[in-house]
């Protein structure tokens, strides 16, 4: 069965508590809990993984193959605007990645506009809160559905 990666990024783990103002009030595993139903609705195994190490996250996106993932939904949060290295084991595992922002990057510091990400992302979808994930997490559902509908098929 195919997988779909959640990727959360640092501080991502104090959400419901962390400025809620920017970030909403659900927590981090009501948002989990939320995509790992919508991707087994759809027929799709769904793994999450947060950290607040960089080099953690670059381990999970490097097991991809492993874990059968076809498809990354990836909040990098402050690595958004730091991480090559994050950039470099997406760019390695050569999969297709949604990149998602909580809030709406363009309406806070400048700093925050800079992605290493949205240039080799498939999309971006930024400031709809816990929103956000569904939206993506559905976005890849039709993805990895459409690439399936065109796959070869044998003949009888």
Known sequence: MTAILV??????????????????HCTLAEIDGALTDLGAAAGYRVITHQSNAEHELVDT???CEADAVGFIVLNPAAFTHTSVALR??????????????????????????????????????SGFGAQSYELAMQAAIHYLDEQDSEAPRGHS
């Open 7 to 24: 990727l959360h990024g640092p501080n991502l783990n104090l959400l419901g508590d962390r400025e809620p103002q920017h970030y909403g």
């Open 61 to 63: 996106i490097q097991r």
């Open 88 to 125: 470099d084991a997406l760019a390695a595992v050569d999969l297709p990645f949604i990149e998602v922002h909580l809030s709406n990057v363009h309406r806070r510091e400048p700093f925050r506009t800079k992605s290493y990400f949205s240039d080799i992302a498939l999309g971006v979808i």
